[in-house]
């Protein structure tokens, strides 16, 4: 049974550069998050999703992250134009969508490591 | 502002002895709290989690206890093991949200 699958595990880009990491979340999970991983503040949540439609993205650093779910099993976070501050661990996460209840823990993807030259 | 607090980035344990993580949190309505363990080049994977019912919950080895006057958890370990070397983060949400909030993460060497 596949868990939640990221890609690309790995990007170096240069600054300026357009950069899509996408996200298939677990079969039967209505809920997504994406976070990004950084040794100052742990795992932050960017934005989350639930049933497609996004819920909270106040986590998301400025306008040049965004986030798109089209369908069920899909979601991209896209960083244009990115920054050598943008390097960062980006993980995506799902559950069912009852968070908070015994079992409804949140599956993490391997993440994707973005390293911004 | 860090809702979650795990104030020390790292911890060294000798195997077999216990290990002591802990973290505090800030939000009053946070009522369920979950501990993960990330190895290098993984995700994060679920370990252990809590309700504010409680004050203690058991699986194995591991062990969470929930202070909620002092707004304070901690994992026990015991008796730890080298394979238990890894970053784990605490994280807590509320029922009447959505969304987990996460620890900076405390990194757990278990020396043979």
């Known amino acids: 049974d596949a868990g939640v699958i990221q890609s690309p595990r790995h990007e170096v880009t240069e600054m300026g550069q357009e950069v899509t990491l996408r996200c298939k979340p677990i079969?039967?999970?209505?809920?997504l998050f994406w976070y990004r991983q950084t040794m100052m503040r742990g795992l932050e949540l960017l934005i989350y999703?639930?049933?497609?439609?996004?819920?909270?993205d106040s986590g998301m650093p400025e306008d040049r992250f965004s986030a798109k779910m089209p369908n069920a099993s899909f979601s991209t976070l896209k960083i244009q134009p990115s920054e050598p501050r943008d390097s960062a661990v980006y993980f995506c996460a799902s559950s069912t969508p009852l968070p908070g209840l015994a079992g409804n823990e949140q599956f993490f993807g391997p993440g994707t490591r973005l390293t911004v030259l | 502002d860090q809702q979650v607090k795990q104030n020390s980035p790292s911890l060294s344990v000798q195997e077999g002895r216990i290990s002591i993580l802990n973290c505090d949190y800030t939000n009053s309505m946070f009522d369920y709290f979950l501990w993960y363990k990330k190895y290098p080049a993984e995700g994060p994977t679920f370990l252990i989690s809590i309700s504010s019912i409680k004050d203690k919950n058991e699986d194995g080895r591991f062990t969470v206890f929930l202070n909620k006057s002092a707004k304070h958890l901690s994992l026990h370990i015991v008796p730890s093991q080298p394979g238990d070397s890894a970053v784990y983060f605490c994280a807590a949400s509320a029922r009447t949200g959505n969304q987990f909030y996460f620890g900076t993460g405390t990194s757990l060497t278990v020396i043979p």
């Open positions: 999703f639930n049933n497609n439609v996004p819920i909270d």
């Open positions: 079969s039967g999970h209505n809920s």
